[in-house]
């Protein structure tokens, strides 16, 4: 395993980024929970989501539990994405850089970013859906909001992506140098 000249701030890094991932991984499930039983939380959220298309939309129980479905799609690749996180800052606390299990842990956080800015219109569009399909005729919606925060994470997963086939090509010629001597 190759020695880094700055491996201690790397160290020190990572285990701050573990702690932080974690605290974020608990408090988006907590609030994620929580906003589909506070009512207002929920209208904040459908604001967030829906813009002026989520400000009348009438919160029924059936259609909370039909919000909290759909949301539940990109919440949980999210979460997925950060606990890959977590563990790939927990592989650099311990000095595993290019290792098999690193990259494969990059690759998977890359993927759900990736998956984020799919996620992002679908879940949009469907807590519309969700919302209005039981209006009468005439009174149901259908929106499609994309935004550049969408586009943006297209990217950066795929930066990500290509970071972690670099880091896998690194890993290879790594492994094949140390078997030379």
């Given at each position: 395993?190759?020695?880094?000249?700055?491996?201690?701030?790397?160290?020190?890094?990572?285990?701050?980024?573990?702690?932080?991932?974690?605290?974020?991984?608990?408090?988006?499930?907590?609030?994620?929970?929580?906003?589909?039983?506070?009512?207002?939380?929920?209208?904040?959220?459908?604001?967030?989501?829906?813009?002026?298309?989520?400000?009348?939309?009438?919160?029924?129980?059936?259609?909370?539990?039909?919000?909290?479905?759909?949301?539940?799609?990109?919440?949980?690749?999210?979460?997925?994405?950060?606990?890959?996180?977590?563990?790939?800052?927990?592989?650099?606390?311990?000095?595993?850089?290019?290792?098999?299990?690193?990259?494969?842990?990059?690759?998977?956080?890359?993927?759900?970013?990736?998956?984020?800015?799919?996620?992002?219109?679908?879940?949009?569009?469907?807590?519309?859906?969700?919302?209005?399909?039981?209006?009468?005729?005439?009174?149901?919606?259908?929106?499609?909001?994309?935004?550049?925060?969408?586009?943006?994470?297209?990217?950066?997963?795929?930066?990500?992506?290509?970071?972690?086939?670099?880091?896998?090509?690194a890993a290879r010629i790594a492994?094949?140098?140390?078997?030379?001597?």
């Amino acid at each position: 395993m190759p020695a880094f000249a700055n491996s201690d701030r790397l160290r020190r890094f990572s285990n701050a980024m573990v702690i932080v991932t974690s605290i974020g991984m608990v408090v988006i499930a907590v609030a994620m929970c929580l906003v589909f039983f506070v009512p207002e939380w929920t209208r904040n959220l459908l604001l967030a989501r829906l813009g002026e298309a989520g400000r009348d939309l009438t919160l029924t129980p059936g259609r909370v539990a039909a919000g909290a479905a759909v949301t539940a799609v990109p919440v949980g690749v999210l979460l997925f994405g950060l606990w890959q996180a977590r563990a790939l800052f927990a592989d650099f606390a311990a000095g595993r850089v290019f290792t098999p299990s690193s990259v494969r842990r990059l690759r998977n956080f890359a993927a759900c970013v990736m998956a984020q800015a799919a996620l992002g219109p679908l879940s949009s569009t469907a807590l519309l859906i969700a919302f209005t399909l039981s209006n009468p005729p005439g009174s149901r919606q259908l929106g499609i909001a994309l935004s550049t925060n969408d586009y943006v994470a297209l990217i950066v997963g795929g930066v990500l992506l290509a970071v972690a086939w670099v880091m896998a090509e690194a890993a290879r010629i790594a492994d094949e140098n140390a078997s030379f001597v």
